[in-house]
């Protein structure tokens, strides 16, 4: 063979396994491109059925059944009683079905199951409480409207089969994210916003925030809203609350303090809102949803739990320090978060205890007890804003201690109120 050859032989040689990687790359490794849209019928709720055309999504969503404790030490996802380790639960709760039974969060595939078996509802429980329990809403809203809401929920149950399922989030033909709670639509329209309209970014925390927010019941027709009308803040929700709106006064009278409280629920779209994460652009799906590989093949994790379960997919995309490096921060925040809580907790108990025994003395001066009962009021609502958010601090650092501070000093302020009115000082 003379020297020429030789060049040319290797040089196609070299071309064959240019061509055969190439090859490779575009026909045999599954692009993160490829998904196919299945063109799913609206009114498909079963998981089952949409996994055939999703496997690898669907075989994520299924760990939503496995129960663990986070290795943060807080969250995780068995269903423990939060009264076991915060005993003031039981006194700040008083009188009304969270003192009877208040578990901690756990996977979306147990919403519904969670609804049916807890000890908070009863005959007179109102239909609205399946909201963000079911894709299955769609059809009852499509058909009822908000009349829905009013409907006992046991009527309801016997037909509700799907918990939170693939079409809480996407539209079965194109497979776009979407939201389906009414009680979000409307209240982002009112602060001017447009979910049909939103960024496929902004879709990735509306889904979330569809059912992780604060709401109530508007009493005469148990409609689901958005208590946003001032802002998003606790401090605003709570100058929202005092207004009544919608003859919506209280949820509960507490039966030794006699005052008229408010019970916050979940809202961790309102704290992350305005931490930093989100101020940098950093959706619930960035941490809760994080990109995995099988096969070279990219897909969204739909195993919807604590990000530090897989800190290494959902934090370091975009931190370069390491695991354990992370996850000292989350833990470092959450402690003294907890810390607060639960002295923020303590104090409101202590002022619910003081003022009911006042209010069954005699002597006691009538507006002074009223100003004590609404900084009781006021007091315990920025602790539950807190306790309630799942993230123990995490999603917003700096404006949950700033609000656990402005508890501890509201309920002090009451208990010394309540001690001048009784002739105590
Ligand atoms: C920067 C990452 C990040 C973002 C963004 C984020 N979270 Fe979290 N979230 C966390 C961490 C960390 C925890 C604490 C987990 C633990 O203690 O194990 C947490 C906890 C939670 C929990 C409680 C989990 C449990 O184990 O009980 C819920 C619910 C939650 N987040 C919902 C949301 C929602 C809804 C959004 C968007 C509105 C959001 N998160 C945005 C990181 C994030
Ligand atoms: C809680 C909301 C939620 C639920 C429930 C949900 N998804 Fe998703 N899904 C998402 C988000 C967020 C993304 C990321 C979309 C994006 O960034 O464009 C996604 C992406 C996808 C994608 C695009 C490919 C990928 O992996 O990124 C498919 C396919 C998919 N989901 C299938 C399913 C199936 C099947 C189910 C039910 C078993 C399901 N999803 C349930 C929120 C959800
Ligand atoms: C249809 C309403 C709904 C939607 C949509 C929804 N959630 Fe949830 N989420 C819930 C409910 C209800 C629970 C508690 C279930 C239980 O304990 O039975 C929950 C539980 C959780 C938990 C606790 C899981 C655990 O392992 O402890 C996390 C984390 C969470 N959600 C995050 C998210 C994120 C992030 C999104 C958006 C991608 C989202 N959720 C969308 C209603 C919803
Ligand atoms: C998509 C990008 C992104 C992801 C994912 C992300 N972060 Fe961040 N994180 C940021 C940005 C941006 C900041 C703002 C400060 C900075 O630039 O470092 C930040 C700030 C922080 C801070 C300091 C501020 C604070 O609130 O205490 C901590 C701690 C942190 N992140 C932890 C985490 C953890 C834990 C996770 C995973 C659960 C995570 N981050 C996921 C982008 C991200």
Known sequence: MDRNKKIWMTLAGIFLVLLIIIVVQVFVR???????????????????VWGQYYPLEYKSYLRNKEMAASPTGYGGSEKIQKSIKEPEILINF????????YSEDRGHVYALEDLKTTKRINQTTAGACMTCKTAQLTD??????????????????PQLKHPIVCANCHDPKTMNLRVINPAFIEAM??????VKKASREEMRSYVCGQC?????????????VL??????????????????????????????????????????????????????????????????????QKYTSHWVTSPMKHGKEACRTCHNQSDQWLLDQVKVTQTSVWEMQRIAGQTVAKAHEIIGKATKA????????????????KAQWYWDFVAAENSMGFHNPTMVLNTLGRSIDL???AITTIEKASGGR
């Open 94 to 101: 008083k009188g009304m079905p969270f003192s009877i039974d």
């Open 411 to 413: 309920a002090h302020q």
């Open 140 to 157: 009852i809203f499509k058909e009822k409207g908000w009349d829905y809401a009013k409907i006992p929920l046991m009527e309801l149950l």
């Open 30 to 48: 599954k692009p993160y491109t490829t998904i196919k849209i299945a063109n799913i019928s609206e009114g498909e709720y079963d998981p089952a």
């Open 362 to 377: 005699a002597r006691t001066n009538k507006a002074e007890l009223d100003k004590a009962r609404e900084l009781v009021r």
């Open 189 to 194: 329209a009112e602060r001017g916003i447009d």
């Open 227 to 296: 208590p946003w009308g001032k802002g998003l803040h606790p401090e605003k929700i709570y100058e929202y609350y005092s207004a009544k709106p919608n003859d919506f006064a209280m949820d509960w009278k507490h039966p030794d303090s006699e005052a008229n409280m408010l019970k916050a629920q979940h809202p961790e779209f309102e704290v992350w809102s305005g931490g930093v994460h989100a101020k940098s652009g950093v959706s619930c799906a960035d941490c809760h949803m994080p990109y995995m590989k099988v096969d070279g």
């Open 212 to 224: 992780h927010v604060e709401y109530y019941f508007v009493p005469a027709s148990k409609k689901v």
